[in-house]
């Protein structure tokens, strides 16, 4: 499995339309073959930034879905509401630990 974290930094006034775009695509998202979680976090001391984090099966799984209509359509309403340009980064999960006991 993979987790995507994607970080973006947003014009302060934009941050309540980008929220609105999340929650009306986050279902939609989480029905993509492979896809398994999705979650949205906003940084503790700037609230211009926030990221996603979602987790997927593979890297094809997340291609697919990056590659989709879905994707582009929803992602091209996305970046116009950034300050700066977004990070991307993929991660191969190695050890996940919830709870010790």
Known sequence: MIK???KMKFKREK????????FESKAKILQFNGCH?????????DETIICTMSLWDNDQCLQ???NSDF???TWSKTKNLFEARA???SYNIVEET????
């Open 64 to 66: 697919d879905y990056r």
């Open 37 to 45: 979680h999705v979650e949205l976090l906003h940084d503790c001391y």
């Open 87 to 89: 990070e991307a980064n």
């Open 71 to 73: 994707f582009k359509v």
């Open 15 to 22: 941050i309540e339309e980008f929220k609105k775009i999340f």
């Open 4 to 6: 995507r974290i994607v």
């Open 98 to 101: 919830t709870e010790l006991t």
